[in-house]
């Protein structure tokens, strides 16, 4: 084995890891990450710098008021986008560095994606729309009929497996649509205003399940506008003109 | 890739995350594991028929272009195939150890060349007797006259028979059965009696489809003089939709006493062995060069030899054409086919952007976005490819009955049908299939 003493310096080269950021033992670790659209003249800044973690098993909210970058901040969280500069870690992994193809695994091992108007196919049965995320994980039919069933059963849907989204209320759709996002075991549950297109009753029950899901040990992050909302999570980050406002503990 | 997913699935099937959603505790399965290309493609394979089915029409429509070229190329061939099978069994018969010697050519081409042949001596009697007398290497010489009349047996009749002046020689060349009764005899061609051995279809036009034997003995007439059938000839079906067995033959003899107006005939020479073939040709060429004083110098013969080769060469030729009109009109509507495909496709991907935002979302690749486009491609011209292959074979099973030729499917050229269509599909959807592949996951997502 070689002695440190041997190793020659050198400088310091974007990309290499510093001894106190060596993979992160966070769930999420996000470092000085900024997301600049080029728009014409000026370049728009949608995130400035934003640095935060978040550990395994949190429930957070991410709130702020349109044009504050939340919903940047949203897809880069979900891998759907990648940062102009700075550096992010999902079960550390780097992910601010992946490919398009890279991300799309990423996307399907670690995150399940919970959207506002649901992102069902219309097509497909509730059962089908439940799999979709294990056809790409490569998961044998059978297999995929009992996880997507479990997941169905677990939203208590068990018995609307077989209709098509047109067939279910909006509630309904929600938990299929939370059904998809477990089935693969992620790490995170992302959820980008999930009570967005509900009614205040339907809301109320959608939430009370990301609760229960919350103490089975799921991460969370909810991206919201409404205060109400964000004030069932567990710690609230606002998001304002690019940068973090406010990070508190509320529970 | 595919190594990468497989190990990282089993790594994580053998120590599950501590973390995460607890839906279900992780099972251990021994279930047979196939590489996970596999149940994307067969998920794509299910989204391109689901996709299908809700738009019937629009399929239907976009079906036709390759429909219509693989019909198209599937009819020709089925039919040429049966063709040349008719062609190769019919010329075979007589094999290529005959040769004629006429006024004319068998074709023409062209008003010119019909004067100019027509002002040529008619070939008689006397040339192609002096053929058999001086050609030693010619093994049979027969004679054929032939005419067009209306021939009668009781109160029925029927036109445009063909009447044939036969030596007895005939019968052999030809390599004719009769089935019922008998040829004439030497005896009676000498003497130029009404005597006629007639095909099938005089018997069925003329006596009711009586059976053959029946009808040996009656008598039918031709222009006012009554013959008696000696003999029927076995049937021998049709060749490009002309009957082969609507004739009256009679004696040579007989013949030119009827019909004294058209005088000039058709020598019929054979040798042994097809290797003879030029010696004989040569010889008999001499000769009548020689009759019609014809010097050494002078390139017109003044009359006609030839084999069955012209025959062939002219339906060889005809069918070339016929496979490379087909081809052309085959690859425009392919082409057109194609085009319709890839406008449907790229109204497909904008129709459902959103769907493949959902799919990206939940971790489809750009490799998975592509192949369900492209499967839904080739599904749709494949389709197309099969429906073509039936329309072929139906259109030509409907025109091999109408025309008498043997049916002849062949395996190669559906399966040429259907992969040349499923090419088509790759073509016509790589494109949007890539337009696909290329969104990006969130400007998806937010699409109506």
């Not at chain 2, 009586?210 to 079906?237: C, K």
């Not at chain 2, 050494?296 to 080769?309: A, K, N, S």
Request: with cysteine; hydrophobic share 45%.
């Amino acid at each position: 084995m070689e002695s440190p003493a041997t190793i020659e310096p050198r400088a310091l080269e974007h990309g290499d890891l510093l001894a106190h950021d060596a993979v992160p033992a966070a769930l999420i670790s996000m470092r000085d990450i900024w997301k600049t659209y080029e728009m014409g003249e000026e370049p728009l800044h949608a995130l400035r710098g934003v640095s935060f973690d978040v550990q395994r098993g949190e429930y957070l909210a991410i709130i702020g008021p349109s044009g504050s970058g939340k919903s940047t901040l949203m897809n880069l969280i979900g891998c759907l986008d990648t940062p102009s500069q700075g550096r992010y870690w999902i079960n550390g992994k780097l992910v601010s560095e992946m490919d398009d193809d890279e991300l799309a695994h990423i996307r399907n091992k670690e995150i399940g994606f919970v959207f506002q108007t649901f992102n069902l196919l219309a097509r497909a049965t509730a059962l089908h729309n439940v799999e979709l995320p294990l056809i790409y994980a490569g998961i044998s039919s059978a297999d995929r009929h009992e996880r997507a069933k479990n997941a169905l059963s677990s939203v208590e849907l068990s018995d609307r497996m077989m209709h098509r989204p047109n067939e279910l209320s909006g509630g309904q759709r929600q938990r299929v649509a939370i059904a998809r996002a477990l089935v693969n075991h992620p790490s995170l549950l992302l959820a980008d205003e999930p009570t967005g297109a509900l009614d205040s009753h339907t809301s109320i029950e959608i939430m009370n399940l990301f609760e229960r899901l919350h103490a089975e040990g799921n991460t969370i992050i909810v991206v919201t506008h409404e205060p109400d909302i964000a004030s069932r999570a567990h710690r609230v980050i606002a998001i304002r003109d690019g940068q973090i406002e406010k990070d508190e503990k509320i529970r | 890739m595919e190594t990468e997913l497989l190990t990282e699935t089993a790594l994580e099937r053998r120590a599950p995350r501590r973390t995460g959603p607890r839906l279900e505790p992780p099972r251990r399965r021994r279930r047979l594991r196939l590489p996970p290309a596999f149940y994307t493609t067969w998920e794509s394979l299910r989204i391109a028929l689901s996709s299908l089915r809700a738009n019937k029409l629009r399929t239907a429509l976009t079906l036709v272009g390759v429909v219509v070229g693989v019909a198209a190329v599937i009819a020709v061939v089925t039919i040429i195939k049966g063709l040349d099978q008719t062609v190769a069994s019919t010329f075979s018969s007589q094999g290529s150890t005959v040769f004629t010697i006429s006024k004319r050519p068998s074709v023409i081409t062209s008003r010119e060349d019909f004067i100019r042949f027509n002002r040529r001596k008619d070939v008689t009697q006397d040339d192609a007797e002096s053929i058999a007398r001086l050609c030693n290497l010619c093994w049979r010489t027969g004679i054929a006259a032939n005419a067009q009349a209306t021939v009668k047996a009781g109160d029925r009749s029927s036109e445009g028979v063909r009447i044939r002046g036969l030596t007895l020689s005939m019968f052999a060349i030809e390599d004719a059965v009769v089935e019922a009764g008998r040829q004439w005899t030497d005896v009676e061609e000498a003497a130029g009696r009404d005597v006629a051995v007639i095909g099938p279809d005089v018997v069925d036009n003329l006596f009711d489809g009586a059976p053959f034997d029946r009808v040996v003995g009656r008598q039918v007439r031709v222009e006012g003089r009554s013959y008696e059938v000696v003999g029927v000839t076995e049937r021998l079906g049709k060749i490009f939709g002309f009957s082969r067995d609507n004739f009256v033959e009679i004696p040579y003899p007989t013949f030119k006493k009827a019909f004294t107006a058209r005088t000039s005939l058709i020598a019929f020479i054979q040798v042994p062995e097809e290797a003879q073939l030029t010696a004989a040709e040569d010889q008999a060429r001499a000769i009548m060069r020689n009759r019609r004083g014809k010097t050494f110098r002078e390139e017109e013969d003044g009359f006609t030899l030839e084999t069955q080769d012209v025959f062939i060469d002219l339906y060889k030729s005809a069918t070339a054409n016929i496979y490379v009109v087909t081809i052309g009109v085959a690859a425009i509507s392919l082409v057109v086919g194609g085009i319709v495909v890839m406008n449907i496709m790229l109204v497909s991907v904008t129709e459902r952007t959103r769907e493949i935002g959902i799919r990206k979302a939940v971790g489809a690749s750009r490799r998975d976005i592509l192949l369900q486009f492209l499967i839904e491609a080739v599904v749709i011209t494949s389709i197309g490819g099969l429906l073509g292959v039936g329309f072929g074979f139906a259109l030509a099973f409907v025109l091999a009955k109408a025309m008498g030729f043997p049916l002849l499917f062949s395996a190669g050229s559906a399966i040429l049908g259907v992969s040349v269509s499923s090419a088509v599909g790759i073509a016509s959807g790589l494109w949007p299939a890539w337009k696909a592949s290329k969104l990006d996951p969130i400007e998806a997502l937010r699409a109506e």
